[in-house]
Structures are given as C-alpha cells and as structure tokens.
C-alpha cells in the first residue's frame, strides 16, 4: 500500500517542487549579475572617459596651429570630435551607473519569494481579460457601487437562472405536441414571424424573457430600417426638381406634334464618364414609366427604343394628303396613330401609381389629364362586343352586339337581362352573381403579383386570404364557365368574351387569372378613360422627368443583344448582365438592365447563345407558348369623328367565344380553330399537324378602333382628320409556329399579293361594320407581324420564372409579360420590375409596408398648387385631376 507524500518507483509527479520558473533569489541577482553588470558598465563609462580626454587635447592642439593673424572667426572651434570614431558605448556617465544600480535592486526586489512579479503580471491580465470581455461597458460593471449586483446575477446565471434556454425538462409540451401545434398554425395561415416565435418558443426553448428581448431588438431594427432611405444620400435630402414638358398650352400642342426621344444618329460609342446606373429596352408607356421611376431614385437612366417614336405611335410614311380643312393642310406621315390598346380602367387607382413618375413642381400629375370614353349620350360606352350567334335568333340576320359602358355590373345585367334573357332583376340573374364573385376572386391578385418581388418559401403575403386568385390562375376559365354558368348559354358567351378579349385564345385553354382580371375591371363604375393627347402626351411627361434627372431617351437604336461578363462562383460559372450591343455596334454599359422586350424575345433573340447554354433561361419558360403575332393596319379617314359619328368604343368580334356557349349550333356558324388548340398543351408538338389559321372576312377575330375619337383634343390639334386602327392575328401566310421549347412564331417574308389581299379583306369588313366610311378613306398601311408577348394560359401564371428579377444578375423584364395585356397591366408589371431594382426585401414588403410608391411620396416635394394648369385645355370642361373611387372597386 502506497503512503501519500511518498514516491514510488521514482515517479516525479510525487516530488516537491523547490524550484520555479521565474522564481529567483535576490542573493542571486545581487551576489553574480549585479557586479558583473556594474564591472561592465564601469568599463564602458572609463573607457567612454579617456576617448573624451584625448580628443580634446588633439582639438586644442589643431586650433593653436591653425588660428593665426586674429582671424578666429574663420577657425573651427567646435572640439574635433569624430563621431565615427566614437566608441558605441551605453553607459557614458555616473548618472547611467546609478540608473543601472537602481534597477537591479529593484529587480531584485521584485524576483523575491514574496511574488509581487507574479502580481502584477496577473493584474495586466486580468485586466486585459476585462477589456476584450466587457468592452466599453468595462467601467459600469467594475465599479464598486454595482460590484454586489454583478457578482449577484453572474451567481444566479452560473445557476442557470438567467440563462435564455429552457432545461429539456422543463419544455410546456411535448416535441410531438409542439410539431403539431406548428402545423396548425401554419394550415391556419398565421403569419411568418408568429410561426418563428411559437418554434423559438416550443421547440428551440426560449424563455420569455428572451422572446421579449429579441421581439423588442428586432421592432427597433425596423423601425431604423423604416426611416432609412433606400435610394442615394443625395435624393433623400436634395430630391430633383421636375419641370413641365411645357411653358403654355400652345407650347404642349406643339410639342406633340413630334416624336418622343431623340434620333441616335451618332456612330461612337458613349464615353466613360457618360455609363448611365440603368438601360431600359423597348418602347411605350409602360417602358418610360418604369425609366421615370428608377429616374426618381436618384439614378441616370437611358432608354433605348427601336422605333422612331418611343411613345409606341406610329405614322405613316408614304401618304400626303390635305385634310378637309383648307387652312389647316396636314401630312398623313406626320399624324400619330395609336396602335396599342391604351384606354385605362379604374382610373382613380391607376392614377396613384402614375403620380410619383408624373409630378412637377407646379402639378400632382405632370399637366397630364384623363377623359372618360364615350359620352353622356351612348352611357360611355368604351366597347363593343360581336360574338357570332349570341342573341340571335334563328330567323335574325344580323348578330346582336353587347356594348359595355360605365356603371359596372348594374349595367351589364341589365342589357343581359334585356338582350340575352339572363332573369328579370339585377340581383337574380347569373351574370351579376358571376361577375360579383370575380371581382371577390379578384380581391387577392394584387397579392398574387406582389409575390413575384419575393422568395418563394415565403409563403402567402397575406395570411388571411385563402389565396384563392393563384389556384384560379392556375385552371382553365373554359371549366368554371361550364361549371357556373350552365343554362343560358348566351350568357356563357358573353362572359367569356369579357374574360378575355385581347387574344384569340380558346377559353379551354385560358387562365381563369386573366378572366377573373378582365372580368373585376369592366365591373368598375367609373368605365375607362383615355388619355388627352394620347400617348404622346403621357410620354413626354415622363421624358421631362427621365431628362431631369440626368437621363436620355434615344431612338431607332435596335438591340443586337446583351453584354455579360463571366464571375466564377464555387464550382460553377455565372453571368452578370453589364450593357448592350446595338445594332450599329455601338456597346453602352449599366449596372443594371431592364428589357420592355419580354421574356421570349429577351431570352431567345438578345441573349447569347454561350451564356443561354450555361445560365438557361428562367424557370418555367420553356412550358409557355407565345402569343400569336398580330397584324395592324392604319387607316386615315378624311372627316372628323363627330362627323362621321365614329365611336369612342373598340369594336370587337371573338369568334372563339361562341365554342363555350355552343351557340354555333343555333346560328349555324363553323366553329373557328386555330393553332392554339393543338399547341397550348403540347408545345412541342409537331408542327406539320397543327390546324392551318386563315383571316376569313366576316369570321375571325378582330378589333377596330378610333384613337382620335378618343381624344377630346384632337380635333384641335389635326382638324378634318381621323385615325383608325385595325387590328387581326398574324395567320400562317404570314408567320409560322416552330416545334421548340418555347413554342415561338417566326415571320414569314410577306408577299404583296398576300398583303393586297389582306387589305382588300380588311377593308370590307370595316365599311361593313361601319358603312358611314364609304368613300372617306384616305390610305391603309400594313404594319407587322408584331410580336405580342406570352399566351395567357394557366401555365403562364404557374412558371415560378416568371418575375421581374432574371437569373442573371444585373438583368430584370417590364412590361405586361409579368401581368395581363392592357395598359394597367403593363404599368404593374413595370412596377413590379422598378421594386426589384431598388433594393427592397422581404421585410420592406411584409413588415414595413414599404415599396417605391410610398417612400417616393415621402421624397419628392409636393407641388406648388394642388391641381396645376393641364398640359392641354379642352374648349369644352376640364376632367377632374383624380377621379372619385368607386365602391366596387378592388
């Protein structure tokens, strides 16, 4: 048995120890190093000593000979010393000895068996210890007065006390328990931070003091991040004065006589210190209102368009002829005609995103002004709605057109009532309890398109809708019809023509998304309004705030494509968009780049086959079908509109709307097919199979429309004259679908046989529907085939790629692609893109309520008078600058 204190078999761990590391004796330092140091210095200072003495007898010695005749002021006098013969010594005087001496005995003060090194080397650390622990809060928690309430609480967290987890055993339920409860808030659609809270709470085991900490870190986080300003310093505190695009009245009719932009005629490429922060490609309004945002942002922003006018008009080129007003003579290639579908619906709300692209310093909306389609005459009628056989009867001649105009759904069940059969009040009959529960269905859509901006493990934006507009986008509108609406089926007929009535589509193959949009719109009371001056005027507002900030709008310049540089990441290799070529070989460069384009043209035209192979295309795009490519034709009317009495309301005839209501089997009329039919589903499909599309007169689709009937000011501007635009679908003779994925459309190259034809075809039927034109039409130009953008099917609105944020870094999409066809849906969809761009995240939307409409409210100065002078005086009364809102408006 081992004895403690003893040492068995020579282990040292049993030794004493009676010597440390830095433990010295003081007789040590004193009896050995202490006089061999002081020997030594005592040596250095003698010798130091001598080396003085004999230099100055050598400088005495040099002076007597060289100083003669009283000439001292030129002897040198100053010792003689060599300061490279200088011995190197430390110790030179007695002062260095007894600075020497006084250090040894302290050192050998120090090195005692009393420890006071060790002390102090433990003070330094700790207190370098409390430095890097406590930091600037060091002095608070070692002062004496606090000292008992540290020492208090750091005894209670050592016992666990304040610690912010709970022990296992002390969890409020189960795990399983805990996973359940989870779900069920989830399947409740409780919120994103109140799911994290339960989680941190149940599963990771917070304590509530701790939940309460991190709840109150992270409201004043948000708050700090409300009152920030996302944009530059510089626009936040000296935001950018806009002027009027014009000085008078007659200032403004003059400046829309001309384009908007300006010619790119140059041949260099811009210079450095001329690289704009964003590109723009394409043209329209929906293109210069997301410039005209981001140019509120406090960046320099080029737009570049391909056409000769970046407002979209179009005039035409070879014709000249005088007008009925002789004084007035006017050329045919100087009028602009509005080809686009560019009547607005629910006003009042469009009117609050339009403001902050719009305001000046003298005006809320730039001097642009709305006017209401139609008059008080024809109820402002703003269209006309021809589906073969609906409401007519079996001995009628002619079909019965139904004619929307304002007063939402009152109207509509009353003219379906009294033309259709569709009951005999308001309240009982189908296309009122239809159209009321589209627009409930509508209510969520605004969500639906907010999402884009986010993440996609997000969630639903708002946990209390059911989220009811995504599932509905996602199924055909042709099935709910059938479903909903199973007795009259003129009524079917006619609502499925309100669904959808800018594309020939098939309802069997439509999103119930854009029906139920279609559908919520022609339900507003307020009807549709255009704007005075038309595009034109609209455009050139945006301009003077594109020009204002230090941007340019450049026309005729094409895109070739799109510019990218390489950035390697990891394992594998990405792009980032960095500016684009033109067609002249120009190259401008951005930071950032938006296309107007869409995303077919985008990704399968501009961008370039090395990058496609590697980064792709965005998620979901090779399921979509392209929308078939329509034809414009532009037809100048000798005569004014109220003349002629040529409408305000588009003219439309939808062929594919009477196949869901069957009514062909009454009227007798052949069902139209079209390539749609074969190729929606099965994209991929061979094309040699899909059904042949001919323009027939009298039977395919169609719209006819009367831009300058629109506009109150145009008979000011171009007395005498008219405008009208008709426009068809592109049919095989013209374009052809490939068997690709997409399944896109190339143009064939036109025959003027063909176009002859067409235009003989397209005369007739628009001195059919509208014989007062016989003999009063001046020209006709062909225009197209124009590409249209994404085909409004279900999987349209499923493709998770479909955003305003590419795959490529630096590359984002505008335009109606991101919505619906129409003006207000072109204008969301380049919201949408001019959010992504300024640097908002979830929380910003979610939490913070934030987006760029809000803080530009906040920014910009309000204008020196509330309702401004308009760009364009009517003669007769002025429109009110906001329109009222409607109640049945969502």
């Known amino acids: ?78 010792g003689g010393v060599d300061a490279e013969q200088m011995p190197n010594t430390i110790y030179q005087s007695q002062k260095n000895l007894d600075e020497l001496d006084e250090f040894l005995n302290l050192l050998s003060k120090d090195f005692s068996h009393g420890g006071e090194w060790k002390a102090k080397v433990n003070s330094a650390k700790f207190e370098r210890r409390l430095n890097e622990k406590y930091g600037i809060f060091r002095p608070l928690l070692t002062d004496p007065r606090y000292e008992p309430y540290v020492r208090f609480i750091q005894r209670k967290y050592a016992l666990g006390q304040f610690s912010p987890f709970r022990e296992s055993s002390k969890r409020p339920m189960s795990l399983s328990s805990s996973m359940i409860l989870l779900y069920m808030l989830y399947r409740n659609k409780v919120r994103v931070d109140g799911i994290v809270l339960a989680a941190l709470f149940l599963i990771v085991g917070l304590q509530p003091w701790a939940l309460v900490f991190l709840v109150s870190v992270a409201t004043i986080l948000l708050e700090k991040r409300r009152k920030s300003n996302i944009f530059s310093t510089d626009m936040g505190k000296h935001p950018v004065v806009v002027k009027p695009f014009y000085k008078s009245n007659e200032d403004a009719a003059e400046i829309l006589h001309h384009p908007v932009g300006d010619r790119d005629e140059t041949d260099e490429s811009p210079k450095d210190d001329a690289q704009y922060d964003v590109i723009v490609l394409g043209s329209g309004p929906e293109v210069l209102y997301c410039a005209a945002l981001l140019s509120r942002t406090g960046k320099s922003v080029l737009v570049l368009s391909p056409e000769e006018d970046a407002s979209g008009c179009c005039t035409l080129k070879d014709y000249t002829v005088a007008s009925i007003n002789k004084t007035n003579s006017k050329q045919w290639n100087m009028i602009p005609f509005d080809v686009a579908d560019s009547k607005i619906g629910r006003i009042s709300t469009q009117q609050k995103i339009l403001a902050p692209a719009l305001c000046t310093d003298t005006d809320a909306q730039g001097g642009v002004r709305f006017s209401k389609i139609g008059t008080a005459a024809d109820e402002y009628a703003y269209e006309i709605i021809n589906v073969p056989g609906m409401g007519k009867g079996p001995e009628d001649n002619y079909d019965i057109p139904f004619i929307l105009r304002a007063g939402g759904v009152k109207s509509i069940a009353d003219d379906a009532c009294s033309f259709l059969g569709d009951g005999w009040m308001e309240n009982e009959s189908v296309s009122t309890t239809y159209l009321k529960s589209c627009m409930d269905l509508n209510a969520d859509s605004s969500k639906f398109y907010l999402a884009k901006l986010l993440p996609s493990w997000i969630g639903p934006i708002d946990p209390k809708s059911n989220n009811t507009y995504a599932d509905a986008a996602c199924r055909f509108a042709g099935d709910f019809l059938k479903a909903l609406v199973t007795q ?21 193959k439509t999103s119930m998304g854009v029906h139920i949009s279609n559908c919520a719109s022609v339900c507003s009371a307020d009807g549709y309004h255009y704007t005075i001056g038309g595009p034109r005027s609209l455009c050139h507002a945006f301009l003077a705030t594109i020009e204002a900030n230090g941007g340019k709008v450049k026309t ?49 035209e501009f961008l370039p086959q090395e990058v496609r192979d590697i980064g792709g295309v965005p998620q979901g795009l090779p399921a979509l079908t392209e929308k078939r490519p329509q034809i414009k034709f532009l037809v100048g009317i000798n005569g004014e509109s109220s003349e002629l009495d040529l409408p305000s309301a588009d003219w439309y005839r939808l062929p594919l709307a009477a196949t869901i209501g069957k009514v062909s089997l009454d009227s007798g009329l052949k069902k139209e097919k079209s390539d749609e039919d074969d190729n929606t589903d099965n ?24 831009p300058s009937a629109k506009d109150p000011s145009w008979k000011d501007r171009y007395p005498g004259v008219s405008t009208c635009v008709v426009t068809i679908e592109a049919d095989d003779d013209f374009v052809s679908l490939l068997d690709s994925k997409p399944a896109v459309y190339v143009p064939k190259k036109a025959d003027e046989g063909n176009i002859t034809r067409l235009i003989a075809r397209i005369t007739r039927d628009l001195l059919d529907v509208y014989p007062q034109l016989q003999g009063k039409i001046a020209c006709v130009e062909y225009r197209g085939p124009i590409r249209c ?22 590359l984002y999409v505008c335009g109606s692609d991101l919505t619906l066809d129409g003006m207000a849906g072109s204008f969301i969809g380049s919201w949408l893109a001019a959010n992504s761009m300024s640097g908002y995240t979830p929380v910003d939307y979610l939490l913070l ?30 429109p009110p600058l906001l329109a009222p809102e409607s109640d049945d408006e969502n």
């Open 1 to 78: 048995m081992v004895r403690m204190g003893k040492n068995p078999r020579g282990n040292k761990n049993y030794e004493q120890s009676r010597a440390h590391i830095g433990l010295l004796t003081p007789n040590l330092i004193q009896s050995i190093y202490a006089p061999l140091l002081k020997d030594y210095a005592t040596k250095q200072s003698e010798e130091f000593a001598q080396y003085l003495v004999s230099s100055k007898n050598l400088s005495e010695t040099d002076i007597n000979n060289t100083c003669e005749g009283g000439e001292k002021e030129e002897c040198d006098v100053s």
């Open 488 to 508: 009259n089926i003129h009524v079917r007929s006619l609502l499925c023509a309100i669904g959808l009535r800018s594309e020939n589509l098939d309802p069997s």
């Open 556 to 604: 005729l310049s094409k895109t070739k494509t799109l510019l990218f540089e390489s950035t390697e990441e990891t394992n594998s290799s990405s792009f980032k968009c960095i500016g684009v070529e033109l067609v002249n070989g120009k190259k401008v460069f951005a930071e950032q780049t938006v296309s107007g384009y869409g995303f077919l043209q985008t990704f399968l």
């Open 683 to 706: 994209v991929d499909s061979d094309t040699s199979t899909a059904r042949k599309v001919k323009f027939d007169s009298g039977e395919s689709w169609m719209r006819i429309s009367f």
């Open 789 to 810: 953008g994404l085909s409004h099917t279900p999987q349209r609105y499923a493709a998770p790629g479909i955003r305003p944020e590419t795959n490529y870094p630096g």
């Open 849 to 878: 309520q934030r987006n760029i409409t809000s803080d530009l409210a906040q920014i910009i100065p309000d204008p020196l008078v509330e309702n401004g002078e308009p760009a364009i005086i009517l003669k007769e009364s002025e």
